[in-house]
């Protein structure tokens, strides 16, 4: 299930952060932390509990709302909820796609933000959704599958005052459900579920190399998008507050 995380996990690290992994059922998260060696287990163990708590979260609110699971449309404000259903659903909304869409960036967020009580800089995983909190400029290496581009090209975001998310989707890679045949749709905002769910419906919507102009237009007018880029084939499109680098 997670065969092809380890690709692109090899490649990244952030000098300064120690990384560890945890696996909660469906759940890997790949996280880099202040901390020494002999407190990774104490760490692991916290991450462990928060994704537990924000998966039952998604999970109790599911067996009350089986719609929020099978949607592929959005959906309404979900009335009194827990703040990450409630994030995923506006995530949804304004990305025009169901509020699962957003589930692997809303539990890196949501994890993400509890272990900042633990390191003042923090970046956690969770299948090329990312959630970061750094003091200094970000490398992103971009994993496309089969593409030329493929881990020879990366996003330099510079340092920003507050967490931020860069998200992934590919049409070509991975077990999650795309309509599109992008090998990588790549978003940059503050919200990593928008991220997330901005990211899938970007990426349902190339189908071929002629398509990226027309996802990149789409994004730029979704409130909260700070950046895109779109990898098909040999060709690759950037709008944002982002620049391309050679790896």
């Known amino acids: 299930m997670f065969e092809n995380r380890e690709t692109y996990r090899c490649r990244h690290g952030k000098q300064g952060l120690t990384g560890f992994t945890i696996t909660v059922k469906e759940t890997n998260l790949n ?89 003042k800089e923090i970046v956690v995983e969770n299948g090329g959704d990312i959630f970061v909190k750094s003091d200094t400029e970000m490398i992103f290496t971009i994993y496309a599958g089969d593409s ?41 905002a503050d919200s990593c579920a928008l991220a997330d769910a901005a990211a899938t419906a970007l990426g349902n919507q190339v189908q071929a190399p002629r398509d990226i102009e027309a996802a990149i237009e789409k994004g730029r007018n979704m409130e909260g998008i700070q950046g895109i880029v779109i990898i098909t084939g040999k060709q690759i499109g950037l709008w944002g507050d982002l620049q391309l680098v050679k790896i």
């Open 148 to 188: 030329p581009l493929s881990m020879k090209t990366g996003i330099r975001v510079a340092r920003q005052p507050g967490p931020f998310a860069m998200c992934t989707s590919s049409g070509t890679l991975g077990h999650s459900k795309s309509f599109g045949r992008a090998d990588a749709a790549c978003v940059l």
């Open 31 to 119: 996280i880099q932390a202040q901390t020494e060696n002999s407190d990774v287990t104490a760490l692991s163990e916290q991450a462990v509990r928060a994704a537990l708590k924000y998966r039952q979260y998604i999970e109790t609110h599911i067996g009350n709302h089986p719609e929020f699971a099978a949607s592929l449309t959005p959906l309404p404000d979900p009335g009194p909820a827990p703040a990450i259903v409630t994030e995923m659903v506006q995530a949804g909304r304004i990305a025009g796609v169901g509020p699962m869409a957003a589930v692997a960036g809303a539990v890196s967020e949501y994890v993400g933000k509890d272990l900042l009580a633990f390191s």
